[in-house]
């Protein structure tokens, strides 16, 4: 069986509880923390976005570690919208800012890019 090539991302931050209160602010969604093994080295503190396995699309976690700082890195997570504009007006009184507004993609829907309070940029994608 073939399946999508993404099956999970790691957003690392510095102040876990900013982070999350963050995302579920931003997202409107709640996460759960995830057990991690004892023996792992400098510990991980990982708690996970909601997933549905029956549904398309990869879940991921915020993430805190020893030696894995947050920021730019090169990588763009993209989260599902139903429309990225009402879900990018809540960036800012979440503690980031928008680093783009809502724009069109052509076919593919619209984008809006935001800055979380880690230093992080995401993006938000919806068809609407």
Known sequence: MQTNPVIWFE?????????????ETLLQRTLE???????L???VELWAFPMD??????SGALAKMEG???GGGGTLVY?????CAVEAARAAPAGGSVLKEK???GEYGHIALIN?????VVGLHSMK
Do not use: H, W
Not at 11 to 23: E, G, L, P
Not at 33 to 39: F, R, S
Not at 116 to 120: A, K, P
């Open 103 to 105: 724009f069109a993609i």
């Open 116 to 120: 979380d309070t880690e230093g992080n």
């Open 11 to 23: 957003i690392y931050v510095q102040d876990m509880a900013r982070a999350k209160a963050f995302y």
């Open 53 to 58: 396995s029956t549904a398309m699309g990869a």
């Open 33 to 39: 923390k995830l057990n991690t093994p004892d023996t």
């Open 41 to 43: 080295e400098g510990g």
């Open 79 to 83: 989260f599902t919208c139903e429309d």
């Open 68 to 70: 894995c700082g947050s």
